[in-house]
């Protein structure tokens, strides 16, 4: 008697396998199979395991479109979960039909999969089998990952209490939270052991604060400590910092920021003068307004302080960012003096401080959590509510969702929650950070997401030594190329992107979730054409990969030296010059124990706690068919030569920039 041959893989993770007993059906177009059990003797669905079976030929069932697995308890094993990744089903003629799972069956349950080809919901006209399948699977999904708003003005997240609420295939493996749990614990032991926990008072000196993390030494984190004072190390971390996406060409002097050509003389030499290096394009600016009214808490009992500085900088002809002149307020008068290079040292230094402490808030509030997580974490609840598993775009994305809803919902339940680290290290506290959150959710942008224009917009485009330029782009383009294709594959023309009813919800619900239905972000709430389509699926590729990893991975690299980066600052801006000294700088640094709190974090998230999974790296094979594949090893030899270019490229500087070697960057936010 014929038979349908069936081979199913369980995952090569722990706790994969299963003792339950399952059973298949399968379902073609012309009718399906009755229920049959996959057994053999000995245990079946072990870890790793491939296991053949061979389902009875009880009538030709024609192409196979479905198939149902049926998980139930087995005599007296207690209920279990398995992980499924694929079934493969060949006919008595010889026809092969995949199946791709890559997901958790829990306890008792039926789960139906679709045959793997990617198809659109056009592509599934006249057959009203299919139409109803994506239907029911995208109800399910909808049910299981639900929206809610965490605060005002903030995109929305998935509705979760805690991790153990997430649905098991948006959970952290077991393996990776115990790595994870563990370096959290072997971080705060060490400062528990050396007594800095809770130690309310100021540094004593510098040497002092070079003993915290003895243990965690960088070559990054000692170029740091021995150049943080340096005007041109200042200017780099611009470029090639964790913030890299702040700075822009300065067109003319802004009215608020009287800087005049005799202050900056001494800077520039005798050779030029400030309005011919503004002509020539070579003044440059940062503003961060957007901290005004921001509020400010007390740690330790004392208030902490926060400025809204502007920092006017200069490429001089080696190709070096300096700073040139830091007004540390908005609105100009004298008692917001403007600071310069040929100030007293003090002076000079601890204006760049108050800079410096600007930038981590811009940087860790809007750069980094809202558009790295929050908004990344709508782009993956989107896939998952509106895209069936057999759509081609929730094939190419779905490996860019990867643990991005326990991550954050991790954060939210202790990162940000009251007590949490901003709570004990920041000068704004979780309620300042909260209302700055929700300033940068209003004033963000689709440009500024996307990397060409975001550098034609700020008019660094063609700056020296600007690695996060040079390696984004090589990524962007890599991106580029691969989603081209990938969009050619299964959209003919325009009008199949624009009446693709599934993706129409997918970016309306982004449109909607994340930019909170803005029109003057520029996000788009429905995709016209092939070019819109590519461009929106490369920014949120890049963006939940290569931008997460360039603004999340140097976090303690550049924060372990704290002066550097501090959180806080106990003294109020200095409203006159002349006033700095070392130990006045030392009480206005933050405390011990604040210091202390923010880097055992920063020493946590700043490295990915195993499980790495690479950009391109796509180990769960979702597209079946061989053209998407081609596409796949094209796009990751491209992203194996940039790596090898970066490589090079660092082995020629006195300090390498890492961050977005696509070898080291995650494929999702996971972080």
Request: aromatic fraction near 10%; proline fraction near 6%.
């Amino acid at each position: 008697m014929a038979a349908y041959k069936v081979q199913v893989a369980t995952g090569d993770i722990l706790l994969a396998g299963t003792y339950s007993s399952v059973s298949i059906t399968l379902v073609g177009a012309r009718g399906e199979s009755s229920k049959h059990r996959l057994d053999h003797q000995g245990r079946d669905f072990v870890r790793g395991a491939v296991d053949d079976y061979e389902v009875p030929f009880e009538q030709d069932l024609g192409p196979i479109h479905l198939i149902r697995l049926h998980k139930e308890p087995y005599l007296f094993f207690p209920t279990d979960n398995w992980f499924c990744n694929f079934i493969r089903v060949t006919t008595p003629k010889g026809e092969t039909y995949n199946f791709p799972s890559y997901q958790w069956l829990e306890g008792s349950c039926t789960l139906t999969l679709r045959e793997g080809a990617a198809k659109t919901v056009s592509d599934d006209k006249g057959n009203p089998q299919l139409v109803e399948h994506r239907k029911e699977e995208l109800k399910k999904r909808q049910e299981s990952y639900g929206w809610k708003e965490y605060a005002p003005g903030w995109p929305r997240c998935v509705d979760a209490k805690s991790t153990d609420d997430l649905d098991s295939n948006s959970k952290y493996l077991f393996t990776k939270s115990s790595v994870f749990a563990m370096r959290t614990v072997k971080s705060e032991l060490e400062m528990r052991l050396k007594g800095f926990n809770n130690l309310a008072e100021s540094w004593k000196n510098l040497d002092d604060i070079r003993r915290v993390f003895w243990f965690m030494k960088t070559p990054v984190t000692e170029y740091v400590t021995e150049h943080w004072m340096d005007d041109d190390f200042f200017g780099y971390q611009y470029l090639n910092g964790v913030n890299p996406v702040v700075i822009k060409k300065c067109p003319a002097i802004p009215d608020n920021f009287p800087v005049t050509p005799e202050m900056v003389a001494g800077s520039l030499g005798k050779s030029t003068s400030l309005q011919e290096e503004l002509k020539k394009g070579n003044i440059f600016i940062t503003d961060y307004k957007i901290l005004e009214g921001i509020p400010t808490c007390k740690l330790n009992g004392k208030q902490q302080y926060l400025a809204a500085p502007l920092c006017l900088l200069h490429l001089n002809p080696k190709g070096q960012m300096m700073p040139l002149a830091i007004q540390l307020n908005q609105t100009p008068g004298p008692e917001n003096p403007i600071f310069l290079p040929t100030d007293s040292k003090w002076d000079w230094t601890l204006a760049k401080i108050w800079v410096r402490m600007s930038n981590f808030h811009v940087h860790e509030v809007n750069t980094h959590l809202l558009e790295a997580h929050f908004h990344c974490e709508v782009y993956s609840m989107a896939t998952l509510r509106q895209l069936p598993m057999c759509h081609p775009l929730y094939k190419l994305l779905i490996p860019h969702t990867r643990y991005t809803l326990h991550i954050n919902t991790l954060a939210r339940t202790s990162l940000i929650q009251p007590g949490g680290v901003f709570d004990q290290a920041t000068a704004t506290g979780r309620d300042g950070m909260i209302k700055l959150l929700a300033k940068g959710a209003e004033a963000s942008t689709y440009s500024s997401l996307c990397l060409p224009d975001d550098l034609q917009e700020r008019g660094v485009a063609s700056l020296p030594n600007y690695f996060y330029r040079d390696d984004g782009m090589k990524i962007w383009k890599a991106i580029e190329t691969f989603v081209s294709g990938i969009v050619g594959l299964y959209y003919r023309c325009n009008s199949s992107v624009k009446g693709d009813p599934e993706l129409q919800a997918w970016v309306h619900e982004i449109f909607t979730e994340a930019f909170l239905g803005r029109k003057e972000s520029g996000v788009p709430s429905t995709l016209e054409s092939k070019a819109e389509l590519i461009k929106f699926l490369t920014m949120i590729i890049f963006c939940s990969s290569a931008r997460h990893a360039a603004v999340n991975s140097g976090q303690f690299d550049f924060a372990a030296w704290m002066p550097n980066t501090p959180a806080t600052l106990r003294q109020p801006p200095p409203k006159v010059k002349g006033s700095a000294t070392l130990e006045s700088i030392l009480a206005t640094l933050p405390e011990v124990n604040s210091s202390c709190a923010l880097l055992t974090l920063l020493s946590i998230v700043s490295y990915e706690p195993g499980d790495l999974r690479p950009l391109g790296y796509y180990p769960e094979e979702h597209f079946t068919e061989e053209a998407p594949r081609k596409l796949i090893a094209a796009f990751q030899e491209r992203l194996a030569e940039i790596s090898k270019e970066i490589e090079a490229r660092n082995k020629t500087l006195p300090i390498g920039y890492l961050y977005m070697n696509p070898a080291e960057a995650q494929n999702s936010v996971s972080i």
